[in-house]
């Protein structure tokens, strides 16, 4: 029953586990469009090989051709040789230049074509004027040459011909060519990008566990014995200056009541400690340890008493009252109680910019968001995976298709 079923059923297409490494190489000895063309492209650049042989013999044939005999003015034979010698060398580096290559694969034979082209071209242009004028007096052995050039040329066109004819063939096994590549490709892509996603992982749990560690430093660092001095020490800071504030208030209370006094004795006598109190009652207060002022203010009393001072009587009676309130117990105890203030003032104010507790607890803050902001991104990453196998099984249709073998590829990142 095998036997019949081998002789009458339909043959199963062979199978072959080719490893993605060496399929390319594996191609090249499967399809036969490949094999027929380097058996073609071997056969055209033997024959360009053997045409450039005799080309070359022809030249030494030529470069010997004499003209001495020839009915012509001699200045003509010496520039009929000149042409000949410069025409025979550069046909001598053509001939090398059109050598083949010894590889026979379709790329290469493409660009052969493509350089042969061009060296045919450039040496008709600069060879054109050396032929014509040769061949005034040399003939035939010009002319076998340019046959044999002919004949290069008709043989490189047909395997130019033949390429264009297997384009669409040829395109489809570099189709295929660039789906393996690109499957080679996309498998290094997942293999970063599975290391990639397995670092997302990582980084992900060391932020966070740096989360955790900031979150628990800001907890004790608001419950810390810094922050808790800090405000006590920011409500004291409050108090004092409103205190010193009612002090500062009241010296200047104090002497706005006789300032108009104080100014017309010191435009009589003019002192300078008058001058400070006019011009900063508690700055010269402060300055005025001996209480010096409660003399002055008395000397001025008894001036205004005496009528010495002129002051209008509408306002005789509080000026008096406000020199009287400038005694010296008043103003000891005013004095002391507004320097001390400003003293406190100035611990308290010290204490509170040196106390860095804030500025701890927002830079770990601000630390804290980057950190946030950090997990979200690297959450909110998205890593793309290819179908390797769909890419897979689309290149072994291409090649079952192709060689009607049926391959299957083998990788392990393809198991």
């Known amino acids: 029953m095998n036997f019949l079923k081998n002789i009458f059923g339909k043959k199963e297409p062979d199978v072959e586990f080719v490893d993605l490494d060496e399929l390319d190489a594996w191609l090249v000895n499967r399809v036969d469009i490949l094999k027929n063309l380097k058996i073609k492209i071997k056969e055209c650049y033997d024959e360009v090989r053997t045409l450039m042989e005799e080309t070359e013999k022809k030249l030494d044939v030529l470069s010997t051709v004499s003209v001495e005999e020839e009915q012509v003015p001699e200045k003509l034979k010496q520039i009929v040789k000149g042409n000949r010698d410069i025409y025979v060398q550069g046909c001598s580096i053509l001939l090398r230049k059109l050598a083949p290559p010894v590889i026979t694969d379709y790329k290469t ?39 044999s050039l002919k004949e290069m040329i008709f043989i490189v066109k047909n395997l130019k ?24 490709k996309d498998i290094l892509s997942c293999r970063e990008n599975e290391n990639y996603q397995l670092m997302m992982v990582e980084e992900v749990s060391r932020l966070k566990e740096e989360q955790e560690r900031i979150e628990s430093k800001i907890s004790k660092l608001k419950k810390s014995k810094d922050l808790l001095k800090l405000e006590n020490d920011k409500v004291n800071l409050r108090d004092i200056e409103i205190s010193k504030q009612n002090k500062f208030d009241k010296i200047i209370d104090l002497f706005s009541k006789v300032d108009k006094a104080l100014k017309k004795y010191n435009n009589l006598n003019e002192n300078e400690l008058i001058t400070a109190y006019l011009k900063s009652s508690t700055n010269a207060l402060k300055q005025d340890r001996d209480l010096q002022i409660v003399e002055t203010a008395r000397k001025i009393k008894t001036m205004i008493d005496d009528r010495k001072l002129d002051i209008s009587d509408d306002k005789r009676v509080r000026i008096l009252e406000g020199l009287t309130k400038l005694d010296k117990d008043s103003l000891y105890g005013l004095r002391i109680a507004f320097i001390e203030a400003e003293k406190e003032e100035e611990v308290l104010r010290k204490r509170v910019l040196d106390n860095k507790i804030l500025e701890d607890i927002k830079e770990e803050e601000m630390r804290l968001k980057e950190i946030k902001d950090e997990i979200k991104k690297e959450k909110n990453k998205e890593i793309e995976f290819v179908d390797l196998e769909k890419e897979k099984i689309e290149i072994q249709t291409d090649i079952l298709r192709m060689t009607g073998t049926e391959v299957k590829i083998e990788n392990e990142a393809l198991d």
């Open 109 to 147: 034979a493409e660009e052969y074509i493509e350089k042969f082209k061009e060296e045919i071209n450039s040496f008709n242009k600069k060879g054109a004027r050396n032929f014509s004028i040769a061949q005034n007096l040399i003939g035939k052995e010009l002319v076998s040459i340019v046959d």
């Open 161 to 184: 011909k033949r390429l264009e004819e297997d384009k669409p063939k040829l395109q489809e096994y570099e189709d295929v060519l660039t789906k393996i590549g690109g499957l080679r």
